[in-house]
């Protein structure tokens, strides 16, 4: 498939949005058992930040690839 296609860019998009939900779902089974001053919430804090960039990235490509989309035809 052509990298620089709308679908490509749906689909990396896709996959990253399972990642997320892989990712958000094990933060937070981790939380529901965290003290307030653990490390457990120290490091979820920074791994939901990365993510956050993450998926502020993916939405970049997406709304990028929507822009392109007539350029092709």
């Given at each position: 498939?052509n ?43 920074i ?27």
């Amino acid at each position: 498939m052509n990298t620089n296609h709308p679908q490509f860019f749906i689909q990396q998009c896709a996959e990253v949005c399972k990642r997320l939900q892989r990712s958000l779902h094990t933060i937070g089974e981790m939380l529901e058992v965290a003290r307030p001053d653990s490390a457990i919430v120290s490091s979820s804090q920074i791994q939901l930040r990365k993510l956050a960039v993450e998926l502020d990235n993916a939405a970049i490509r997406l709304n990028g690839s929507q822009l392109t989309d007539g350029c092709d035809e």
